[in-house]
């Protein structure tokens, strides 16, 4: 069966987005409008001094400017050329980002495909209440990217861009983030779906988003078959990323401490998100992407 436009009709064209994936999404569409219409959406949308309607601030008179726009009322007062500096509203940028590292393919690449089609998911929710949508994805830096898009009929280029989405590579989040923000002129949303194993951690790329005035949204898609290995006795144990080789006896005993690191870190990086106030999402392969995509609306953790 060809899967076909929640829109106009088109193909889809492709396998990870099929007809099933295209209901969902028009569900998920209809829930975040209802969503938004409950909300006074404004207050996320972000501003820029321009000439809206809105005051804001003052500055200094230059040869040059409009003098439409000085405050007499100051000048009256105060004997001072001041213009009046005004708000105005501008589409609200929503960057999803998409860790394809090697990590990300263990288990029949099930987790970069979670993460595709979460990322496919937010970024339509963004085209359909018309805001603009950009799609990268990183690994030992950042990779391809998609340039910021508006109106619903994009999503076929998103589905273009994931399609082609492989897995390779090491992952080195701060140096790609690094990238991300010098890259990015316009602030925004950030999405961030990944399993966050980095050989440079994690920490240090989620403090520039922050530093850099992006508001970060972390997604940490995770397998239960790698918490519960249906594995026993010796083992040779090779790091997907670094093909590291190591042997190992693997008792119960040492499957109960592997659970408990594995909980710790999970557990430091939802601690690290709700110190910062940074919305925290854990994204199982074996839970439907939809399910998480809804848990984002009800918790407002996606109102654009």
Known sequence: MTARSPTDGRPARSGLFD???????????IV?????????????RSKKLGAGLEFADHRRYSPGDDFRNIDWNVYARLGKLLLRLYEEEEDLFVYVLIDASLSMSVGESAKLDQAKKIGASLAYIALANLDRSSLATFSEKLGSRLLPVRGKSQIFRIFEFLNKVEAGGLTSFEEAMKTFVHDTKRRGLVVVLSDFYAQDGWEGGLNLLRYHRFEPVVIQVTDQRELEPNLRGDILLIDAETKVQKEITLTPRLLQKYREAHAAFCGELEAYCKSHQVPYYQAPVQRPFDEVVMTMLREGGFLV
């Open 32 to 44: 975040s409008r209802k969503r938004f219409s409950a909300l006074n959406r404004g207050e996320r």
């Open 19 to 29: 007809d099933a994936f295209l209901k969902r999404l028009e569900y998920l569409e």
